[in-house]
T-cell receptor, first 111, second 115 residues
């Protein structure tokens, strides 16, 4: 079935450094890739998304890249701040119009 | 941005009882709503997809008679956990999407504890 893998599972960075989270997907027909941030006890919040006809998208300190051939996509957060600490999920919309989530990355930004 | 609310935010019930969770889209028409379940330190697992006015489509392994989903209007979907058992204790999250758009907006979640 459809699968989304995500690495690393935990990531600790110093404030001001960059953080990179990588994901792979299995369904080559996937065409939409959102990223969500989830704080403890809350629902996921969409932070950025990218469609398959675009290779890169940036929104202030956050950027996402997509390699359709390799079925890879990545999240880049620059100039990290303590409030960036949360669990981040990548996701992919499959050919069955379902959004499948990766297992998540727990990001800690150390002041 | 689009806002999705859930009620209640948390609920505690006795084993064998039923619990209803509401999901509302506050400022857009949700033609499709999704229900997810999330266990501690795990990812979101899709339980079912519902389109307004139609029967929900359940994922493999999700009992449709236990998790009743109703999506009777463009702003409201409900999930009823029937005959709840302790193993049903989890964080239930809904999301909503409008016709023709890819983006799903998530609610704040409902923490269910079954004693």
């Amino acid at each position: 079935g459809e699968n989304v893998e995500q690495h690393p599972s935990t990531l600790s960075v110093q404030e001001g450094d960059s953080a990179v989270i990588k994901c792979t997907y299995s369904d080559s027909a996937s065409n939409y890739f959102p990223w969500y941030k989830q704080e403890l006890g809350k629902g996921p919040q969409l932070i950025i998304d990218i469609r398959s006809n675009v290779g890169e998208k940036k929104d202030q300190r956050i950027a996402v890249t997509l390699n359709k051939t390799a079925k890879h996509f990545s999240l880049h957060i620059t100039e990290t701040q303590p409030e960036d600490s949360a669990v981040y999920f990548c996701a992919a919309r499959t050919s069955y119009d379902k959004v499948i989530f990766g297992p998540g990355t727990s990001l800690s930004v150390i002041p | 941005g689009a806002v999705v609310s859930q009620h209640p935010s948390w609920v505690i019930c006795k084993s064998g009882t039923s619990v209803k969770i509401e999901c509302r889209s506050l400022d857009f028409q949700a033609t499709t709503m999704f229900w997810y379940r999330q266990f501690p330190k795990q990812s979101l697992m899709l339980m079912a997809t519902s389109n307004e006015g139609s029967k929900a489509t359940y994922e493999q392994g999700v009992e449709k008679d236990k998790f009743l989903i109703n999506h009777a209007s463009l702003t409201l979907s409900t999930l009823t956990v029937t005959s709840a058992h302790p193993e049903d204790s989890s964080f239930y999250i809904c999301s909503a999407r409008t016709s023709g758009r890819s983006t799903q907006y998530f609610g704040p979640g409902t923490r269910l504890t079954v004693l």
